[in-house]
């Protein structure tokens, strides 16, 4: 459940968040012009209050969907994810799994990506005056004073204004969201071939190294990093060797 609320999650955000620029200090007249202008351009783009239209209404069935698709994958998929064999798993999904183990699972999922939006929402409706500042200096950098000037006429116009008040919430219209569906299961489905490149691109590495490799310097370095002491560190990594010990003499 927390792999499948993760990887909507991540979806999410990967729509919702735009990269932006930090602010830099205008060093001229002419640039705090430009970037007046570029804010004026992000006033039009993304009002205050976009993330709680896109929270209230795509939302959720936007999740729905993503969920739903990621639920109807086969289990093979996500077992290919972590890197294990997939040749003894069969052809069921992971909502016929769900259905033995949980069968209020669908349920326990809607109130809690519901939940979660919620949540989400207030955070990011509290990060969103930094956002309007970044994307205004990402605006300010790429396009220049007359083009902003332009931009901004364009804007005030009736179709211009809808236009612009829609562009970053249409990403996640239901159209969208119909071909986003197919996205996930896709990645999944590559996600084996993925791993084996990266294992592939960093074999040549030194392995990473185990606790008993390090120095005590590095031991004693761990310890502050950690915000433990070092006789703390050691007791805890030798209650992790007594659990892994009789796992390996089972197997064996």
Same mark, same amino acid.
């Given at each position: 459940m927390r792999l499948v609320l993760a990887a909507a999650g991540a979806a999410f955000l990967a729509l919702a968040v735009p990269v932006t620029a930090a602010e830099p200090a205008p060093a001229s007249? +002419? %640039?705090?012009?430009? &970037?007046? /202008?570029?804010?004026?351009?992000?006033?039009y783009v993304f009002p205050t209050g976009t993330y709680a239209r896109m929270m209230g209404e795509t939302m959720d069935k936007m999740m729905d969907s993503i969920l739903d698709s990621t639920m109807r994958m086969p289990l093979k998929n996500f077992a290919g994810v972590s890197g294990a064999e997939t040749g003894e798993i069969g052809e069921g999904s992971l909502a016929?799994?769900?259905?033995?183990?949980?069968?209020?699972?669908k349920e326990r999922m809607r109130l809690s990506t519901r939940t979660?939006? +919620? %949540?989400?929402?207030? &955070?990011? /409706?509290?990060?969103?005056?930094?956002i309007r500042s970044g994307l205004?200096?990402?605006y300010a950098k790429r396009f220049d004073a007359a083009q902003l000037g332009e931009l901004n006429r364009f804007f005030a116009t009736p179709t211009g204004k809808t236009y612009a008040a829609e562009s970053y919430?249409?990403?996640m219209s239901p159209e969208v969201m119909e071909k986003m569906q197919g996205f996930m299961p896709q990645v999944m489905q590559a996600m084996p071939s993925i791993v084996e490149k990266v294992k592939s691109a960093t074999e040549k590495l030194p392995k990473p190294r185990m606790?008993?490799?390090l120095s005590d310097a590095e031991k004693a370095k761990l310890a502050r990093i950690l915000g433990m002491s070092l006789k703390q560190l050691e007791e805890k990594?030798?209650?992790?060797?007594?659990?892994?010990?009789?796992?390996?003499?089972?197997?064996e």
């Open positions: 007249a +002419t %640039e705090a012009a430009r &970037l007046a /202008s570029a804010k004026q351009t992000v006033d016929e799994m769900m259905e033995i183990y949980d069968p209020a699972y979660m939006m +919620t %949540e989400m929402s207030t &955070l990011m /409706s509290r990060f969103e005056p930094d205004a200096s990402a919430i249409i990403m606790y008993v490799d990594e030798a209650a992790k060797a007594d659990t892994v010990a009789p796992a390996e003499d089972e197997a």
